[in-house]
């Protein structure tokens, strides 16, 4: 009660603090353009991961009416698809039958490397009976929807009891937290090398966040984003699970390359088969083994060389429910995107899992404030969520929504911007010029709307129709 009230008579202060951050937008980026000392959250250096054209040919963004035909996500379902996914066994074929309960590790500290998670040489387990009788009631399913539980707690009359989460062949106890081993069992067996896989199981019920990183080999930001994010968790203050997969495409990681061993777009063979290409299998083996354990999934990017963006998000704002989980990131623009199938956030939304993609910087670099925004942000999701208390923030998130449109160079040659990111634009306004070496000719870019840049091609030579701005007009929420 007190929060609430403390909440109200804050809000007017944090309103007058956003608005003159975003004031001060074009002058920050005026002066820095690596910004890499700018603790402004929602203004850094980006590049974009999902392609212009996924964005492109999204559906358009649908007004008003919350609407449930797609049935798989609304409010009720949710709450099944939750009890479910606590004692889910997602793919009998895929998952390794045999469950040891899995060490409590303190993440802080060095761990011995996970093994894989074949099936061992069974030890019979007695905390599976802790995990039966743990089995959540529609009650507890309930409470785990429920983002406001944590300051209504006068309603509950009994605790709810937080269950094990069996996966990957272990059992994670409540308020323990510990490593397992994904391994895609694509790879010459003797010379597998499994993938690590973080969790947190919190000591009170509440929703499973999964958080999956490097899905592209070269993107490291989102690496340092989940280390951050799942090693400041405490498991006894938790509720909730944090699954946190850091480096989803080793291979590709540790070439530097965006891509797997076989040259394919792991991000593009969602959610998988059996049966298919290596990217096929190992896309399939991802998804039955950890992303059918999540509620929520936050897949973090960064983006091709050579474009930079604000920090965003994209996300299917169609979707009421993944529109209301955008609601939780912290002064993050959010632009509307369907994805296209075999997109990780795609296939999991498919599979009624609420999903956004978070794309933060560009690739093979490390960019602090890249980091620090992306951490902050995944912190508010967890605290609008419930799973956790942060006492030092008031007032509810604030992202920014946006409808976007790339522009693009008419003519090859070598870009020149004249505007900087997050400045705002008005329409006809040149942004930069394609200047051919050869014949001198000079070709304004101009605005084709009113908006603000949220990305951007850094200088360098083009190609006509290259997408060279990405321009975003303020929308509303649907439904709002
Ligand atoms: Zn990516």
């Given amino acids: ?143 785990a929807t429920d983002e406001s539980g944590v300051e209504e707690p006068a309603e509950v009359t009994e605790p709810q009891k937080a269950t094990s989460l069996k996966m990957l062949g272990a059992e994670v106890l409540p308020g323990t937290s510990t490593r397992l081993a994904w391994s895609p069992a694509i790879q010459i067996a003797g010379l597998s090398q499994p993938t690590p896989v973080l969790v947190v199981n919190g000591s009170k019920p509440g929703p499973n966040l999964c958080l999956t990183g490097a899905v592209h080999g070269d993107e490291l930001n989102g690496i340092e984003i989940i280390r951050r994010t799942m090693y400041d968790l405490e498991p006894d203050k938790l509720s909730g699970r944090v699954i946190g997969i850091p480096i989803v495409n080793l291979p590709g990681f540790q070439q530097g390359s965006r891509y797997l061993p076989d040259r394919r777009d792991l991000n593009r063979h969602f959610p998988g088969s059996t049966d298919g290409s290596l990217a096929d299998r190992i896309a399939h083996s991802l998804f039955e083994n950890v992303i059918r354990h999540c509620d929520m999934l936050v897949d973090i990017h960064t983006g091709s060389l050579k474009r930079t963006n604000l920090p965003q998000l994209r996300a299917d704002m169609n979707n009421p429910e993944v529109a209301e989980l955008t609601r939780g990131f912290d002064r993050m623009a959010v632009v509307h995107s369907t994805g296209t199938t075999g997109m990780l956030r795609h296939a999991a939304v498919e599979a009624g899992i609420r999903s956004v993609t978070m794309e933060a910087g560009e690739s093979l670099r490390i960019q602090e404030h890249q980091i620090k925004a992306g951490v902050n942000s995944l912190t508010s999701l967890m605290d609008k969520e419930g799973m956790i208390s942060r006492m030092f923030v008031w007032g509810d998130p604030e992202p920014v929504y946006y409808d976007s449109e790339w522009i693009r160079a008419e003519h090859g040659g070598i870009l020149f911007s004249e505007t900087k990111l997050g400045a705002k634009v008005s329409e006809g306004e040149i942004l930069g010029y394609v200047s051919d070496p050869i014949t001198n000719a000079q070709h304004p870019i101009r605005a084709s709307s009113d908006g603000r840049i949220i990305g951007m091609a850094v200088d360098q030579v083009v190609m006509a129709g290259f997408a060279a701005y990405h321009v975003g007009t303020e929308a509303e929420v649907p439904g709002e």
């Fill in 1 to 143: 009660m007190l929060y609430r009230w403390l909440t109200h008579l804050f809000r007017a202060g944090l309103i007058f603090t956003l608005t003159g951050s975003l004031v001060s937008i074009p002058a920050v980026y005026a002066n820095k353009s690596d910004g890499s000392d700018n603790t402004e959250m929602l203004v850094a250096e980006l590049a974009e991961d999902e392609s212009v054209e996924d964005v492109e040919h999204s559906e358009p963004l649908r007004s008003s009416e919350p609407k449930n035909d797609s049935g798989k996500m609304d409010t009720a379902q949710t709450s099944d698809e939750k009890s479910a996914s606590q004692d889910k066994t997602p793919d009998s074929t895929a998952e390794p039958a045999v469950e040891e309960v899995a060490p409590n590790v303190d993440l802080k500290e060095v761990a011995p490397p996970p093994k894989p998670a074949e099936p061992a040489e069974s030890e019979p387990s007695e905390p599976k009976e802790t995990a039966d009788q743990s089995k959540p009631t529609a009650q507890e399913a309930d409470a």
